[in-house]
């Protein structure tokens, strides 16, 4: 389709809520989209500019337009849905699922079985679900059979077949489990009540079970049945007991969904809560790829349309923590305390546990997708043009002012690179002068870099505060690569990130993955600067005491250190043994120096 005749379709586009689907040059159909009004959203994606680049990508490959009028705006939500399910748009954020959830299925039959299934039937039978898991499945399965007793078997009851005496009662009759229907020892009435009661229970309510339990054991007290009266109280001890492992809320809150999102620059996370009678009866969360840099709220309605759909809701209030448009008849409720607000925080809680728990298993099955959105997170939070692929840290030790020395680390992908590490004597600076000594390595590191012709970082980070910063500035200034690497420098106290220029500091979130990387940083390059300033002094000491003698050099020194190991073996040799490695003269100038008024007995 021309510029031009796009230009005539935007202008033909009605006022009207809608749906919009693009197609590319060969008839592929590329997104769909909803609108309150058609003209003003299609128009939009061709008169204003782009800064999600996969939105100018989809923009250059729109072929033909066509759209659909609906008569209100819930109708466009519907329909959109629909469609995205049914065609699955590359550009469009899709929920995926690769499996069937189960089902409770009370058969539609004589005497009606209830059981787990996957597959759906329409065949008049009721199905309650679907559950996100099997394990609660089955534990309200063993409830139901410890409170009613139930056929298992998956004979035709029929009447006619009943009568006829077709079939005998089977082991679990004689077990107490099923009341034998099937010989018509109990009433299709009587079943049917039961079966009632479950359904009721199925739904969250425990209420109307309990109250029958709580009656028939006072009947059966009455009539001196204390047997029966036992079981009716164990059947209420174990129905009490699943309600109370039931998150309880607050019994007036019922049949209410609670959704909540938490989302980065690639996924959107949605936690939905089923609630009934007081009670959270379902919890799922799903992960949504962002397509368009859509927003939190696009995604949270997408999500809602869907996973009610999914999940056969039926609630007529949902809460949600932001204004968002969903079918027409349900309430949304945006809650700001109490009971209400607790729920949408304990939905947001699930949310970001599932994001934590998404993120380490992509870390396992997926370390480059882990990569990228580690990179994206510290390109966002530290205001970088390009993402930090390759940083370097520097830090000074010069422990009570003695052999300064200096230490660099280098991250490449968010992880330690060692063999890049280095270390650096300070050379031109006399004492202990942090800043002066920042600015001599931060020089000699990229001046050599640049000599070198090796890559440069795309971030320095300076174990320091403002001072610090500003001598390391200095030196990239003198290189011509101030404005090339971004610098950040970061105090020790509070985590403080300063900037160049920048007197007032920038906070990261105590538990953002960005601060970690940076402090992990920050520890390596202390930890390998401590070690490389403790060795240096270490071997000082060593060397000072020997070179101490007169005649002894260093050089003496180290081949002595060579062969003894340690200056204790030295002081522990005889002559002879130390003239095997030095010469006699200077065999008996160490031996005198360490056992003064020896003479010659060392000999």
């Given at each position: ?52 680049g ?18 209100t ?40 079985r ?17 559950y996100t ?56 009435e ?15 309510n ?14 059966y ?14 059947r ?9 492992k ?12 609670v959704?909540?999102i ?6 959107g ?52 923590p ?28 699930n ?75 300070i ?70 990130i ?16 960005t ?60 002559i ?28």
């Amino acid at each position: 389709m021309s510029t031009t005749s796009v230009e005539i379709l935007l202008q033909t586009l009605p006022d009207s809520p809608g749906v919009y689907q693009f197609y590319d040059k060969d008839g592929r159909i590329l997104y769909v989209g909803k609108a309150k009004n058609l003209k003003k959203r299609v128009s939009s994606y061709f008169h204003k500019h782009h800064d999600y680049g996969k939105t100018r990508v989809l923009v250059k490959k729109i072929a033909d337009i066509r759209h659909i009028v609906v008569p209100t705006e819930t109708d466009a939500l519907l329909l959109e849905n629909n469609l995205i399910k049914k065609y699955q748009p590359r550009y469009n954020v899709l929920l995926k699922d690769d499996k069937s959830y189960p089902w409770i299925c009370i058969k539609k039959e004589r005497f009606p079985r209830i059981f787990s299934t996957r597959r759906v039937v329409r065949d008049g039978s009721e199905y309650f679900g679907p559950y996100t898991n099997m394990k609660t499945i089955r534990t309200l399965l063993e409830l139901i059979k410890g409170l009613y007793p139930l056929r298992t078997c998956n004979y035709d009851l029929s009447k006619a077949k009943v009568d006829s005496g077709k079939y005998k009662v089977c082991l679990e009759y004689h077990l107490g489990n099923c009341k034998g229907p099937c010989e018509d020892y109990q009433s299709e009435e009587e079943y049917n009540a039961q079966v009632r009661a479950i359904r009721e229970i199925i739904k969250g309510n425990f209420k109307d079970s309990l109250q029958g339990f709580r009656k028939q054991m006072k009947v059966y007290a009455a009539e001196m049945r204390f047997e029966d009266a036992q079981k009716m109280k164990e059947r209420i001890e174990v129905l009490e007991n699943y309600q109370a492992k039931s998150t309880i809320v607050n019994p007036r809150i019922s049949n209410v969904d609670v959704f909540s999102i938490v989302s980065d620059d690639s996924y959107g996370y949605v936690n939905f809560l089923q609630l009934s009678y007081g009670a959270i009866i379902r919890a799922h969360t799903v992960e949504m790829k962002k397509k368009l840099d859509e927003s939190d709220r696009e995604l949270l309605e997408l999500a809602i349309t869907e996973i009610r759909q999914r999940f056969h809701s039926l609630s007529r209030e949902v809460y949600v923590p932001f204004d968002v448009e969903v079918p027409e008849g349900i309430k949304v409720t945006i809650p700001k305390l109490g009971d209400k607000k607790r729920l949408l925080e304990l939905s947001e809680r699930n949310a970001k546990f599932y994001r934590q728990e998404r993120f380490k298993q992509v870390k396992i099955t997926d370390p480059d997708r882990h990569v990228k959105r580690i990179m994206e997170q510290m390109k966002k939070d530290l205001r970088l043009k390009e993402e930090p692929r390759h940083i370097e840290c520097f830090d000074n030790s010069n422990i009570q002012g003695t052999h300064p020395v200096a230490a660099c680390v280098v991250f490449k992908d968010g992880k330690p690179s060692k063999k890049d590490y280095r270390h650096f004597n300070i050379r031109t600076v006399e004492g202990p002068d942090d800043f002066a000594s920042m600015e001599e390595v931060v020089f000699r590191r990229y001046k050599r870099l640049l000599t070198e012709g090796e890559p440069l970082p795309q971030l320095i980070v300076i174990d320091g505060g403002k001072g610090q910063l500003s001598s390391a500035l200095k030196s990239l200034e003198v290189l011509g690569l101030r404005g090339k690497i971004a610098i950040i420098g970061i105090a020790k106290r509070l985590e403080e990130i300063y900037y160049p220029g920048d007197s007032v500091p920038m906070y990261l979130d105590k538990k953002s993955e960005t601060l970690k990387i940076i402090q992990h940083l920050r520890n390596e390059a202390h930890r390998f600067g401590i070690t490389f300033h403790r060795n240096k002094r270490s071997n000082a000491a060593i060397d000072s005491e020997l070179t101490n003698i007169e005649g002894i050099g260093e050089k003496t020194a180290e081949e002595l250190l060579k062969a003894f190991r340690s200056v204790r073996r030295v002081k522990e040799a005889g002559i002879e043994e130390i003239s095997g490695v030095v010469g006699l003269s200077k065999a008996r100038r160490i031996h005198d120096y360490f056992h003064p008024g020896t003479g010659e007995k060392g000999k």
